[in-house]
């Protein structure tokens, strides 16, 4: 063991001695050389972790919402909607609405309720909206603002409507209105690919 312990002395000790021995300019030639190779593997580590988070990011977004800001108002004053009927009033397909928001104006009761509905979802599969009244900006009797969020219960959203479920036409007043604003959509299942075709053609 002894013998061993002063063997692996005797190694250092040549090492050392023989870096000693070194020239100066070799030994700082030999320092700027390991210098530039961890140089050189510092900038190759960095590039190939910057190429990875970018391959990762654009896995990513292929399935997250596209910000937008589409705003549409709707003027509907002098406009009849026939019993039973209704006007179309947007449709974002090949898309689906992940955020947005709708407030219309429209002709209520004492109560502040209106015989209209508000329709979401996709066509044809729309439901009225709940609506939530701005008693502020609201008289009832004569026009009342309503408001909501779109999508409503998670339920798949493409298209706006309003409705008359009366069994009556129903002639909309001066200053009836809609106002339309979405935020973010996103791709409906399966329409993905063809957007991406139709966009590269």
Known sequence: MVLLGNY??????????YWERQDPAIMNRQKLRIAILAGILLTATTLASGVMSYARGQTSTKSTTTVVRDSSAVLLDGKTIPAMDYIHLYDATPYKIMSGHVAAKLPCDTNSVTPL??????????????????????????????????????????????????????????????????NEIMPLAGQSSMIMGNTTK
Not at 8 to 17: P, V
Not at 117 to 127: E, I, R, S, Y
């Open 8 to 17: 692996s002395c005797l190694i250092c000790n040549t090492r050392l001695n």
């Open 117 to 182: 509905k508000m329709l979401v979802g996709q066509a044809p599969n729309l439901k009225p909206a709940s609506l939530a009244l701005i008693k502020e900006l609201s008289k009832p009797g004569s026009m009342c603002l309503y408001h909501y969020d779109i999508p409503q219960g998670g339920a798949v959203t493409t298209d706006l409507a309003l409705q008359n479920p009366t069994k009556s036409p129903i002639k909309l007043p001066d200053t009836s209105t809609v106002v339309i604003g979405v």
